[in-house]
């Protein structure tokens, strides 16, 4: 099935922009297909940042970071270990 005239190429580059309601799946030729965006990116950080990283890199207040680890059960564990390579500061011992 041809697209309509509107869709066919070169098309005017178009930024994203809020609005009222979503298109119906059904809206256009071949569907409609819908990505995360700013959540998506937050729920990827969340899950590779501590809350306090988190909250800097953002601007996130620090308890909207610690909500967002918390939701998705985030664990900081790897981000610590990385960067204690990274410095190549000992480990600290346990004693049981």
């Known amino acids: 099935m041809p697209l309509p005239v509107a869709l066919r190429p ?12 979503i298109p119906a799946p059904s809206a256009m030729p071949g569907g409609c297909l819908y990505e995360p965006k700013r959540t998506g990116a937050l729920i990827a950080l969340a899950q590779e940042l501590p809350p306090v990283v988190l909250s800097r890199l953002t601007g996130l207040d620090i308890s909207s970071a610690i909500a967002w680890s918390n939701a998705i059960g985030a664990n900081s564990t790897a981000y610590a270990a990385a960067v204690v390579e990274r410095v190549g500061m000992p480990l600290p011992v346990v004693l049981h």
């Open 10 to 21: 070169p098309l005017e580059v178009a930024l994203a922009r809020p609005v009222a309601t």
